[in-house]
């Protein structure tokens, strides 16, 4: 028996990058993991993967199933919470990881220089994670449990790439912690996950491209971690019995592995850079008390 067995997840954005290592490494603890995306046919992106071909990879280590969405459309997001509460009449964990990020992101430039299409950041990056949230709370609070992820990063207090996607992190911050403060009642957690470097499809390409951000700190592949390490972590909180003590919280990635012994997939162990980057500002909600 997986330790996610007949736990039911949704990771969004996930034909590619962090949210495939995620639903790889939550459908290898036994969650059945819906995996969204735009992407549906191979070569309709200029990175490789495709929503079929995760929750292909996801069905080789348990289960997945593959929704093709787009997180800025308000109706295909309803359809597919629709779609699971159909098929599995419960949801346990919602990861947005659904993030718009643009070609320019890590080319200098101001704010005042890069096109405004830079806050499609915001649209489909925080409201897209309150819309998403909005539907599984409708699912998990009459269940009276789960667990919402919002997947972001020290640039939640620390400048990084540009002004509109420290804006849109920083955000997600608060957004799950006032989050779980309406939901705490109902027995339901929301925290935010900060990620440093993840070697991804993307970054990979980036850092081909322009050696030099390997001497950065943010961009050092040294202290860079796999996409599925971040799913490994939280499989052990959504596992966790205690989860509800984290409610709240904005937590470094690298130590809630820690807490959890927990390596990437070939056993190293991932830095934090608190020390370097930044310290989170939210610290988990009082815990609730019976009266």
């Known amino acids: 028996m997986k330790p996610l067995d007949g736990k039911v997840a949704i990771v969004t954005g996930a034909s590619r990058g962090i949210g495939k290592g995620m639903a790889l490494a939550l459908a290898e603890q036994g969650a059945t993991v819906y995996v969204t995306g735009r992407t549906v046919n191979a070569g309709d992106h200029e990175l490789p993967g495709t929503v079929g071909e995760t929750a292909a990879q ?84 009459p269940q009276g449990s789960g667990l919402i992820v919002a997947i972001s990063g020290y640039v939640g207090v620390t400048y990084t790439y540009g002004v509109v996607f420290g804006t849109a992190k920083s955000a997600v911050d608060r957004m799950a912690r006032d989050m779980a403060i309406e939901l705490q009642p109902h027995g339901v957690a929301s925290l935010s996950l900060w990620q440093g470097l993840t070697m991804t499809e993307r970054a990979q390409r980036n850092i081909a491209a322009n050696p030099a951000m390997k001497a950065l700190t943010v961009t050092n592949p040294l202290v860079g971690c796999s996409p599925e390490f971040p799913g490994r972590v939280i499989a052990a909180l959504l ?53």
């Open 58 to 141: 996801c069905d080789a280590r348990g289960r997945g199933i593959a929704v093709q969405v787009d997180h800025g459309d308000d109706a295909q997001v309803a359809a597919l919470f629709d779609q699971v509460q159909r098929e599995q009449g419960r949801l346990d964990l919602l990861v947005n990881n659904a993030f718009a990020i643009p070609e320019d992101l890590t080319v200098p430039g101001s704010f005042w220089e890069k096109p405004l299409s830079n806050w499609d950041m915001v649209d489909v990056g925080v409201r897209s994670n309150f819309v998403a949230a909005r539907h599984a709370a409708q699912m998990m609070v």
């Open 239 to 291: 596992a966790d019995p205690a989860i509800m003590a984290r409610s709240g919280g904005t937590f470094i990635t690298a130590e809630l592995a820690r807490d959890y012994g927990i390596t990437d997939v070939d056993g190293k162990t991932i830095p934090s850079l608190r020390a370097e980057r930044g310290a989170p500002i939210w610290q988990p909600i009082a815990p609730r008390t019976e009266a």
